[in-house]
């Protein structure tokens, strides 16, 4: 049986007015998000990836509520909370957290450990000085860091180790959904690995779900079961870890398959050369999987799980049993 759902995007909008002109009226429009719908379950790890500028940040902070919808709803447990009001009224705020790119970035320099991670706390939780310096070492212990962080401040520490802080501070409200954005992007590869393991370890623990943005497939590979795969403010493919990596029907989500970096020295030769492939039948094909303004096209249904914005002949020849789209 499918868990509970936690959280829906229906048809998201965040459009950016342009200004411009001797009377800086709003000229055009940027349409970051563009029509984005997502179903998160309980105990998903959602994948949300896509190039640079496709859209994903503005996706996430819309969800927690840094940013304002243009249109279309947020739903929290069944509950509309797409309006500031309603989010406060059933403290979503509390349960549901971000954590950000760049730790260096996120973590105010001038405070101390013990401050940035009891932050939020004292937002929801009214604790004497001791129960909450209790918590904040408990908090600690759970990103694997001892007490003697306590007074120190982020510059103190490593890249990886900020972005244990971070984690720290996210699940110090006991939130049910993580927004994780590029959480490893800025931190060298074998950082990158312990930093995915212990907030796999924590959402088996606390029982959180993630919404995990990344601009690459190699990184959520092991640790999503669900993937939407966005391109200039649309999703173009939606589907289980084994109808995207192994399934692929877009031609952006092969694009972006084929740069997942090759680690195995034995292997790079015929990586690349299956990238300079891709590109190729990228460059040949890709305006067939784009409208005459360059909007991607409609999702069509592939089966229950996998939907592709793909052209509707090619679903027919799906259907007909004619094979795979580059055939
Ligand atoms: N505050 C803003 N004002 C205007 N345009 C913005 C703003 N924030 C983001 N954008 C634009 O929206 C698009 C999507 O940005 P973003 O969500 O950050 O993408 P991603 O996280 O996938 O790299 C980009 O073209 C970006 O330049
Ligand atoms: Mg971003």
């Avoid at 490593?158 to 927004?179: E, F, W, Y």
């Avoid at 212990?198 to 990344?214: D, E, G, T, W």
């Amino acid at each position: 049986m499918k868990n509970k759902e936690l959280l829906k995007v229906n048809n998201l909008r965040v459009h950016y007015p342009v200004r411009g002109g001797f009377w800086n009226r709003i000229v055009d429009n940027v349409k970051a998000v563009d029509g984005v719908t997502i179903t998160i379950h309980q105990g998903d790890t959602y994948g949300l990836i896509g190039e640079s500028g496709s859209g994903k940040s503005t996706t996430g902070k819309a969800i927690v509520g840094l940013e304002n919808a243009t249109k279309g709803n947020i739903y929290y447990q069944g509950m509309d909370i797409t309006k500031k009001l309603t989010r406060r009224k059933l403290k979503y705020n509390r349960e549901v957290q971000m954590i950000f790119q760049d730790p260096q970035l996120s973590l105010n320099p001038e405070k101390r450990i013990a401050d940035i991670i009891a932050e939020p706390l004292r937002n929801f939780e009214k604790l004497s000085k001791e129960e909450e310096k209790i918590r904040v070492i408990q908090l600690l212990d759970i990103v694997g860091l001892g007490p003697e962080a306590l007074y120190k401040y982020p510059h103190q520490f490593s890249g990886g180790q900020r972005q244990r802080i971070g984690v720290a501070r996210a699940v110090a409200t006991h939130p049910k959904l993580i927004v994780a954005d590029e959480p490893v992007s800025a931190l060298d590869l074998s950082v990158q690995a312990q930093v995915l393991n212990f907030m796999k370890k924590i959402q088996a623990k606390f029982n959180i779900s993630y919404l995990f943005i990344s601009h690459d497939l190699g990184v959520v590979r092991h640790m999503c079961n669900h993937i939407a795969i966005m391109n200039r403010g649309r999703l173009v493919e939606v589907g289980t870890k084994d109808d995207i990596y192994n399934h692929p029907m877009h031609i952006y989500t092969e694009r972006l398959l084929a740069a997942i970096p090759e680690t195995n020295v034995n292997q790079r030769k015929a990586h690349h050369e299956n990238r300079l492939a891709v590109e190729k039948m990228y460059q040949e094909h890709k305006d067939e999987y784009y409208d005459k303004n360059g909007e991607a096209l409609p999702l069509q249904k592939i089966s229950d799980t996998h939907f592709a914005a793909i052209p509707k002949n090619r679903v027919n020849l799906l259907k007909s049993g004619s094979g795979k789209v580059s055939d």
